[in-house]
């Protein structure tokens, strides 16, 4: 890594390189991280990177109201979590974000925001659990028209499911720990998604709405023609 | 238990009482019995019982041959694995097997024969699978005309969960051990069918036909309205 | 979804047609929710429906305060948790909510208040566990009755099993996470009732008093003969 | 150890001091040894004991067969799959072994001859499951008369918290690997064993009729009074 | 159970005729309870039964002191967490309770206590740890001395293992929860205990203190030659 | 579903319109089928649509063989277990499928075929496990000219981590069930790549070489340029 | 242990003989002790042992501070919660404790002064997670060059395996709780390590810096050549 | 990867220059190979070392008559499953591989052998279970003379604590699948093992006698003095 520009913020060696050697922009993981060290750590990418967003995620109400004071400049999702310093690149693609039901929906704007800060458009779609089918289908067209899919449930997780089988969108099932009862904190809605029995359907962890933006971004990009 | 009427044939005490105390027919179980116990169960069940059908479960191939040939009023299913002896009740209600794979038929068919011989008449629904969410909508009157609901399914086990968006009958939600990769076997389905965001599904265990169609036809039978 | 009157309450979009839909009534679930938004919620639902009752589950002693300020007609059992606003309709068959011991009590109660909401009549059997055998076969004649049981079991979750030998009526068993020691929250009494030696029993998930009462009221209603 | 009598018979080192040091006979566990060496260990060891018995378990039918004819003298029980040779001691106290099914009886065979060779007496009681609850009851007072009980149960193994319930003589749960479905090897008889609600039951891993035995003799033979 | 004699207390209603069919005294189990409802419980069972001890268990600290105040006749162990109301029986026999270590303190001061209400003589050992094993081999002939044994471990739970190859005294091993990172709550210890190499070795649920002192108290009154 | 054509070959009714709604070609499940149901539902299929493939997974040697002698124009690959009939569409996109070790071979082969039947061009690299990670890195630049990655591991399931740090291209991490002693039948590979440390790994189920394929074909088709 | 100098503290016996017998310094285990506890035990073993360092682990904020004021000559380490009093050993061979990710220094730091107080010398590797396999490449001669290593690392596990192909160096993995979503709290990363593809790699459990540390200064120290 | 030396035997990529890299001898894991591949890959790795041994390990009957026939010199283990071609390196230093039981003795002898082509001598230490704790401390003092021990067993798997109490050489815990009932393929003796009260144990997978052959020779090699 002999070439590699690194910043030592005190609490970790900030890897500044890692946006050319991947293309992705930078990341600060709240949980374990005080307000200060949150609003400093955005501080400090953005002076690396002033031309490109930051993106501070699973941020607690404290850090949000640190961030609005120190950062007036910033985009904050209240439901999402997060907290967004820079500009976001011109979108490219489209990722329709599929929701369940509303307990999903702090899952879901994590997931919209992260695509928007890896370059791409979300399309958050909402209320359309699988024991109302017929909401479900009645959005078809308009999620059939993205460039990738993100199907967020909890309990059962069967979403992806009905979905794989009515579009061939690549599709990532996003199974969340919503639920009640015996459910293993998402673990069920993780298993049936992974069974899914509609072909293609990939998964990331419970509650990863991070991760599920990141791969559909990357994937809606690739596939966007202007 | 004084009163009891018994018969000892060799390797089990036969409760010859228990149709009177509960009203159900008597069910010989097939695993771990040789094919001369399956026959020799069935004949003794049946002379104790003329009027009714006695009935045995989870056969095997050889123990079919040896009732076909010993027992030729026998009625015998080879995809359900069941053998019937003596008539069944006349049908009252009418339960509604819905079964989302072909792999599942075997669990489904051992369900349609219990129900039948509880009393019941079974309407086998096949084909169905939530990631063809159009076919199962198009059975969804004939599903909501029935007394009970049986819906069987393997892998995400999704299909009670639109069914019971669908309509209100009574359903009981049958998973199976249908599956591939890490599905533990049947246990996603299971899991998926207990958390199942449409309220009021009940559940089996895994691969139980003849629990859902015990279940389905004192349900059925007690709806039924001649 | 082009005729479905819904109604935007901010947090939300309510499916006002679902009990068309399934006759079911509509309910509010309770965690997750400010005492405010359930208030707000059974008040909206009410005012869609004032022929009908909405029912609140899983309220924490806090909306139940709030409710008694609010809403005065709402009858409230602080035991189940539950809130409920409306009239609940003429009570059409019986179910008999049995329970194995007195901490089963507020998974029990919410049971017995969800059978009302949706058009049946419980009746509350407690302390019968299967370790005072006794007291149990005592309240068989009153539980034979019944259109449809519930057994209500944690720790080792045998009440169903013994019930299932005793009645032919049907039976749903409803796990509690009552336990000590290593009994995975419920898993224990939950497999022991998916595993049930007596034919016939079908289970919900653990705690789950609102799905069982679910289910034994559309069982019970329908048997019903005025 | 520097006392300790030893015997190398090839592939073990037989500690033939253990019967003096903890009271217990010598035994030779089946599986993974050939029908040779099954009859070489017992003969060996009888050498070494000639007035007390050993005993192998888990034997195969082969295993049986070559000790029927190289060691005629032996007692074999073909259910229980145990070879006994030598005098078994005058039984001190007596043992309820108490089954819930047929399928129960190879694991209660075993633990029966296992608390005669470890000096006492087995009682066997079968057919005595939890969902024919009258069955139990009309056996009370000869399982109540016993010095020790074991309660043998697969399925949901409900056997002991019922017994524990009637009587007060100690009580050991003996969890069989019977079942259908998802019940996990045993797992579920296991744990509801573990979780009686009925107190003061202590238990021994799935199938282990060996354990139960040993454990039943021992508290059999010291509340014994002759 | 039309002859039994009951009380309703308001929250359960006791079963006063529970001693009489078992021989057990009667027992409140703290967790749940208010300490007035503890105080109360215990006070309305010894006015039924003053000529025998009554014990609560898992008593919070408050619990005790409300204890203290309202029923100065009571004997409190602040370590195990037990109030003992009334004389206990004379001891029969001895029951040697064995710890491994002083974080299992806790359960074995239940044990203990538990042991003395249900009519034996406890002795305990602490720090015995196999670890450490000349320490355990100090107390051989002390133990081996005893009527019964139970054995207390976290962690490994390796104690009765060696225990048990030392002694033929009946053995309870009491798995507890103490352990550092993954071992899930004690599941290890209770694992092992089951699978020990020692025969007849016996097992209660995590941290069961009170199930070992009743099955050990069990069985060494019934050993006890006075 | 009313205008939907559908065969039926007897033992299940085929879809011949699901190609038309998500654009995939048809495919043949092996396990559970006879050679002859093979051929026959290939041969049906492939009369169906003679302008595209149909390809059968996981078929036995004796289903391949069957295939070699009745379909002399099938492309059979032994190693992957397929057996393709028709054109291939010409490959749109390319997809780097990679391969920790030779024992995941079967798995990659499998998802190689797959990709080629549903449009894309596989590029399969091998032996490149994070054990020797200079030879994954000697394939970095090959491997980032993918428009998609497929990367197979099977024990400690680290490639895709390695990967995901190395380029940007949309990933999916395809677990196997490789490995040796307790790694639970590949869930430790699939635990693994489910928590990869590298942002926006997806997965699929364990061995599930159809599902990554397809997958990743979807996405690298959109991503291509011509 | 008629000759064992043990010392009685008032909560436990203190065995100072142990560091006699296997050569290890005494280390006080926080948890569960209060703050004059842990002073207390850090004083009396001193006294003790003034020669060598004693050493308490997982000590809480409050007891640091309470160290602090009371043992001005304690060496503390804040991120691994290490309370040292005493000279420690002149280090012998070198351990590098690598790690990957700035979640992972409390149980690194830990492990480190583990290793000094048990007589070796550490070198703390940060920041070289796999994700980013150049970094961790470049200190490929630093960690070749100790006796021993320990690789820390969370999530899905998999330093120890890339490590373990660049070096043959004695490798203890040593997984950590942190991870996100379903990681099972550790289990994740602990299953990767014991399923390493690199030869040799051994494992503690989740978390156990000190158990590491232990015996990787064992190993070094042995290896140490002055 | 430029300078690197492979072989390509058709099946797989040997890496030849491994060995320089680690100073590991080649190894070839016999299962899902042939005889005949196995007897290719240690012919062909042989004439590329002829100097130091090649190993083949986990071989059946079958691949180790082929390899006495083909490869007279090798030296073959029919316990332990082994194979060696090629001179072992002179023995430095000691490593004493304890044995609970006789079932052990597969994984004990691979995991021997593997320490001698590793470059260590192995000193077999057997029939020393912890239920016999006596014949284990007859052995203490040759175990405590190894440079580092490995300490296999099933069941229970408590021969690490005790082992780890009595001596403070490095020890490796090889946890087995012996057992009987409920003990989840070795899953419990590997838990106990890492949870091991004894400070400083450190295990490796089930069965895993390669991993703890290789890591045991490592330590030993470096803590050997001439």
């Not at 913020?9 to 600060?28: C, F, I, K, M, N």
């Not at 039901?101 to 890896?118: K, Q």
């Not at 061939?168 to 639920?179: C, E, F, K």
């Amino acid at each position: 890594m002999d070439g590699a520009r690194e910043a030592d913020v005190g609490y970790a060696r900030l890897d500044l390189d890692r946006a050319d050697r991947t293309g992705d922009p930078e990341v600060v993981f709240g949980p374990g991280k005080t307000p200060a060290q949150i609003v400093d750590a955005l501080s400090h990418l953005h002076r690396a990177h002033p031309d490109r967003a930051v993106l501070a995620t699973r941020t607690t109400a404290e850090a949000r109201a640190a961030c609005r004071a120190a950062l007036p400049a910033a985009r904050i999702d209240d439901i999402g979590r997060t907290v967004t310093l820079g500009p976001t690149p011109p979108p490219a693609g489209l990722v329709a974000v599929v929701c369940a039901g509303t307990s999903d929906l702090p899952v879901a704007h994590e997931c919209a925001e992260v695509v928007r800060v890896f370059g791409s458009e979300p399309d958050l779609v909402i209320d359309v659990g699988v024991a109302g089918v017929h909401r479900l289908l009645a959005q078809r067209d308009r999620i059939a028209a993205a460039d990738a899919v993100v199907a967020i449930a909890g309990m059962e997780g069967a979403l992806p499911s009905v979905l794989g089988g009515l579009t061939g969108v690549p599709l990532i099932a996003l199974p969340t720990s919503v639920g009640y009862g015996w459910h293993l904190d998402g673990l069920t809605a993780f298993l049936a998604m992974l069974n899914s029995c509609a072909p293609g359907v990939v998964a990331v962890n419970v509650d990863n709405g991070f991760g599920a933006g990141v791969a559909a971004a990357r994937i809606a990009r690739r596939a966007y023609r202007p």
